[in-house]
């Protein structure tokens, strides 16, 4: 069976005139055979326990009966979404997604997973997850929008390209679910109050799954996960950070990205990538514009386009290193404020507290007193 004719099937409709020209205008990359089949196998594992074969949903999808035995395989954009909507056909289950997303660990997410749980902080490990996201998410954009004075974190998705409502519903209740249960796997008594956001209405068959999420409001402006409260927490280190387990996993992404052609990623990441403190402090823009091939201007134009600039990532990489560079003893507050590039301490005591509400030293001694009593990292 054809994409059109699934994407018909699963939207409820014998003929729907925007779905040929959608199929038509899809990219290039939609069809190069770089996705894991990681996700399309779960769907088709999960059908199965409703009652439906992995053959008659391969059969559906028009792919070949052994197109996801390979644990390692590789489907294209457009051959995952034959599987996605396949399911959604064969099942007639709308709340599919929500199983599949707690049935995803971090593990299941291959080198970009490992990385998240290598990361040093979860807010590092937020920062991966914006940077590699392409190797697990094409189809759907993510962006991680911080403010700070509510307290709140949302990690927003949107369509990367024109999906079908049904399908848009299924593949983001999944994603969603799969991202919070990450986030309570990495903090596990994250001190904030979590919501699941979805823009279509609450699909039949929901409610066997309500006691096992946090609030998931439906028929919401955008897609997301929302967590408002004490986001502190962040910027402590995880129980679960490994430097050497972290560098292997991101150089495994590096290739993994590579490999898929280099999708073009938003120029903010890869200026958060490039401002890594060095002898000589951060980066300048025009450093970083020369690396880039671009002229200071056009980095300074392109990053007010994406709704940032040099300074907002400047301070947002002091933050993070601020507290790398605290939970190594043998520096004192002077050195550390030296090389997150203030001149005076008193700068750096004032950023600081602007970011986390307490002083570096008070940060550093509760710290020391939550490693003594070998209790959470998320200080209960």
Not at 37 to 65: C, D, I, K, M, N
Not at 191 to 216: K, M, N, Q, S, Y
Not at 316 to 344: Q, V
Request: proline residues 8%.
């Amino acid at each position: 069976m054809s994409l059109v004719a699934i994407l018909s099937v699963a939207t409820g409709a014998s003929v729907l005139d925007d779905i040929p020209e959608l199929v038509r205008a899809l990219p290039a990359w939609t069809r190069a055979r770089n996705q894991p089949a990681t996700y399309p196998r779960l769907f088709t594992e999960v059908a199965a326990s409703r009652g439906v074969p992995a053959a008659a949903v391969l059969a559906q999808a028009g792919l070949r009966p052994d197109a996801l035995d390979d644990p390692a395989g590789r489907l294209s954009f457009v051959e995952s979404w034959q599987v996605f909507a396949a399911v959604l056909t064969l099942t007639a289950d709308p709340a599919l997604g929500f199983e599949t997303g707690q049935r995803l660990p971090l593990t299941a997410h291959g080198s970009l997973g490992y990385a998240l749980m290598c990361a040093s902080t979860a807010r590092d490990a937020m920062h991966i997850l914006e940077r590699y996201w392409h190797l697990r998410g094409r189809g759907v954009l993510m962006r991680v929008q911080e403010l700070a004075s509510e307290s709140t974190l949302f990690f927003e998705l949107l369509p990367e390209l024109p999906i079908p409502v049904p399908l848009r519903d299924l593949l983001f209740s999944s994603m969603l679910t799969s991202m919070y249960s990450g986030i309570r796997f990495l903090l596990p008594v994250f001190p904030a109050a979590a919501e699941i956001w979805l823009p279509g209405p609450e699909p039949a068959g929901f409610a066997r799954w309500r006691d096992t999420l946090p609030v998931v409001r439906f028929g919401m402006p955008v897609a997301g996960l929302r967590l408002t409260g004490d986001v502190s927490s962040l910027d402590r280190p995880l129980l679960t950070a490994n430097p050497e387990g972290l560098a292997a996993a991101l150089a495994r992404c590096e290739q993994e990205s590579a490999l898929m052609g280099g999708a073009a990623e938003p120029l903010r990441l890869r200026v958060r990538a490039a401002l890594q403190a060095g002898a000589a402090g951060y980066p300048t823009p025009e450093v970083i514009a020369r690396s880039l091939h671009l002229t200071p201007r056009t980095l300074r134009r392109r990053l007010r386009d994406e709704g940032s600039s040099y300074q907002a990532l400047l301070e947002e990489a002091r933050r993070r290193d601020s507290s790398e560079l605290l939970a190594r003893p043998e520096l004192d507050i002077r050195e550390i404020s030296a090389w997150l590039g203030y001149a005076d301490p008193a700068n750096f005591t004032r950023a600081f507290r602007s970011w986390t509400g307490t002083t570096p030293s008070a940060w550093r001694a509760g710290q020391a007193r939550t490693s003594a009593q070998g209790i959470s990292v998320t200080g209960e």
